[in-house]
């Protein structure tokens, strides 16, 4: 079965501190992931994708096919970081699995 | 441009009421998608289209309806409304199966 986990529903951190972000999935083949995010009162929007393997806002996500993971990491905090991210799973049909979400809160 | 826009905003109605949700893109996207996201559930995928004319069921198809007469508009309908269908409605859209752009969202609740 295709399925993306998200663990955490909830991930508090201090300014400045180190975040990951923790998305598994399950697929046969080849995946294409994705995480999205939405800050408060705005659109979900789309963060990075993994064959992009760029560092978008601090943030970066590295694909391991040997423990089926696709972790978001960001080696400082911010307060701006706070919003609900999605790690989301591009299946056979082209169309988007999306994780449950975790709520990343950046205290100051 | 826009982009994704939704509406209503929000709304609230009574079992066995209908209702069209109403979304649309100004960008010539060919794919566009309705998405529910119920709390603690992601979201899940209820229809989408590939192209104006063309529709085909998600996840979550049961007791809602779409239609694509046009490239703009993909319009999302509930025949009659139960409380399961209280949730937060996304449209999003994309050229071809590239970054989905979504819309603002329709917090519908049915009591």
């Known amino acids: 079965a295709q399925r993306v986990t998200q663990p955490e529903k909830l991930l508090s951190v201090f300014k400045g501190a180190p975040v990951e972000l923790k998305c598994n999935y399950s697929y046969s083949g080849s995946p294409e992931l994705f995480w999205y995010v939405q800050y408060s009162r705005q659109r979900l929007q789309l963060l990075l994708r993994?064959?992009s393997r760029e560092s978008i806002k601090g943030f970066t996500a590295d694909l391991n096919k040997g423990e089926t993971s696709f972790h978001l990491k960001k080696p400082f905090a911010q307060e701006e970081d706070s919003a609900m991210y999605y790690c989301a799973l591009r299946d056979n049909t082209d169309k988007l699995i999306f994780g449950t979400g975790t709520r990343l809160q950046v205290f100051p | 441009n826009a982009g994704v826009t939704q509406t209503p905003k929000f709304r609230i109605l009574k079992i066995g009421q209908s209702m069209t949700l109403q979304c649309t893109q100004d960008?010539?996207?060919?794919?566009m998608y309705w998405y529910r996201q119920d709390p603690g559930m992601g979201l899940k995928l209820i229809y989408y289209s590939v192209g104006a004319g063309i529709t085909d069921k998600g996840e979550v198809p049961n007791g809602y309806n779409v239609s694509r007469s046009t490239t703009e508009d993909f319009p999302l309908r509930l025949e009659l409304a139960a409380p399961s269908q209280t949730s937060v409605y996304f449209c999003?859209?994309?050229?071809?199966?590239?970054?989905?752009?979504f819309g603002p969202g329709t917090r519908l609740t049915v009591l």
């Open positions: 999003a859209s994309s050229y071809t199966d590239n970054e989905q752009f």
């Open positions: 993994h064959i």
């Open positions: 960008m010539n996207h060919n794919y």
